[in-house]
Structures are given as C-alpha cells and as structure tokens.
C-alpha cells in the first residue's frame, strides 16, 4: 500500500485542520503523526534564544497509508487546495509499499 509522509510548516490549529480533512477521506487506512519524537535540544540560556527561527511555524509530520494510488492523488489535491486556504506550506513524499 502506499504510504504518503506530508511536512506541514505551520501551526498546531493548521495541522489539526489538515489531519481533520484526512479523516474524511474515504480509501484512508491509517493517520498517524510521528513528529516530535525526539526531545529537542534547545538550550534557553543559549545566545540564539529567541532569535525570530525559534519563534516561527512549527514543523509537523503526518503518515498516511492509503488503499491505491487514485487515494494517494486525491489526498495530494485537496491537502494542496486547503493549504492554500490556510496559507501553509506542505510536502509530500511517497513510499511504495
């Protein structure tokens, strides 16, 4: 089955949005998000703390593996459509499996 990884460069209410709009997807077999599974290393006594690179968007990964590749392509356009609406940017990368 194939497996779709999406990168999502914005906030936690726009990821959740797009996880949301996963969910309704008929074809979908499994969501899981698998970011922020390694502690980050930010030290706050650090002389970056605070610089406007820790203050931005998040990062936020999602796995998604879906029945064909016709899912696959109808995940890829609506994600694309509903970024656009929300004004995020999101990557796409796919597993064969």
């Known amino acids: ?9 914005g906030t936690e ?16 077999e499994h969501i899981e998000e698998t970011d922020d599974l390694m502690p980050h290393m930010d030290d706050e006594d650090s002389s970056s703390a605070g610089l406007s690179d820790d203050i931005g968007p998040g990062i936020h990964e999602l796995e998604v593996e879906v029945g064909n590749e016709n899912t696959a392509q109808k995940i890829r356009d609506a994600v694309q459509e ?16």
């Open 1 to 9: 089955m194939p497996m779709l990884r999406l990168r999502i460069t």
């Open 13 to 28: 209410d726009d990821a959740r949005a797009i996880s949301d709009l996963l969910q309704g997807v008929e074809g979908i």
């Open 82 to 97: 509903l970024a656009l609406e929300l004004d995020v940017f999101v990557e796409f990368e796919t597993d064969e499996g």
